[in-house]
């Protein structure tokens, strides 16, 4: 399950509807190991191609590093596609890499409607996972455990 | 001459989990063997058919080697070696 802020979905969706018809591209840091989706970095796509996507290299690294340095992680690798539905393709799958990321799909094929899907891709195995679109974190998923003892 | 590497998550079963190893080497092809002599198996998801795998970057400092001279692109002591895996996609 992929719990995300509105905000962050609706920049995703804003940079792929900017980017149309070429695919959009980017990230969404998190602290490591939250899972918590915080910072939406887009990428430039470096194929600027409607069929094709892949982040610049030398961008990357500087991207990277900037997450390694702020202990972050890409939570979610997002990318768009242009004239199909948003689900992986074969090349989307055996480029996967990142076992712990969420892959998000928006698809801007309709103008007015946008699509966006998410999966986890684990050595070559989609699995589609539901969306959670929060306001804030905040009172996201607060079960009884998790308010605090009143001293 | 010890170059630091950097190794990303998809790849650190081969090191035990280690973020960062050490390795030796005065290009990049040498470093690649000698990690592979360590740590077995590296050297596959790195190199096919004599050529970095498309799947992967390879950085010396700030310099994606495939603009410097590839496997052949030389590395000096204390250089960093960081390997990241290429993020890519395509409609089919």
């Given amino acids: 399950m992929l719990v995300i802020r509105r905000d962050l979905v609706d920049a995703m969706v804003a940079h792929a509807r900017r980017d149309h018809p ?15 989706p915080e910072r939406v970095v887009e990428m430039i796509n470096a194929e600027r191609s409607p069929t094709f996507y892949r982040f610049d290299s030398t961008e990357q690294l500087q991207v990277w590093r900037a997450m390694d ?5 890409p ?10 539905e948003a689900y992986p393709s ?5 480029y996967a890499s ?54 | 001459m010890a170059v630091n590497v950097s190794i990303p998550t998809i790849l650190r079963t081969h090191t035990g989990g280690q973020k960062s190893v050490e390795a030796d080497g005065s290009t990049v092809a040498e470093v690649i063997n000698d990690l592979d002599s360590r740590h077995t198996g590296l050297k596959d998801r ?33 250089d960093s070696l960081t390997i990241l895996p290429a993020v890519a996609g395509g409609m089919r």
């Fill in chain 1, 98 to 151: 990142e076992p712990n990321a969420h892959y998000v799909l928006v698809s801007t094929r309709d103008p007015q409607e946008y699509e966006l899907r998410s999966y986890s891709i684990v050595d070559g195995v989609v699995t589609e996972e539901p969306v959670e679109v929060v306001e804030s974190y905040m009172f996201a998923h607060t079960g009884s455990d998790d308010i605090p003892d009143r001293g």
């Fill in chain 1, 69 to 73: 340095a702020a202990d972050e992680e």
């Fill in chain 2, 46 to 78: 790195l190199v096919k058919e004599g050529a970095l795998h498309r799947f992967v970057n390879v950085y010396v400092n700030d310099e994606d080697v495939r603009f410097v001279g590839g496997l052949e692109a030389s590395v000096s002591d204390g």
């Fill in chain 1, 75 to 84: 939570v979610v690798i997002y990318h768009s596609h242009t004239a199909t």
């Fill in chain 1, 22 to 36: 070429d695919e959009a591209c980017g990230v969404v840091a998190g602290p490591e190991g939250s899972d918590r």
């Fill in chain 1, 90 to 94: 074969r090349t989307d799958v055996s």
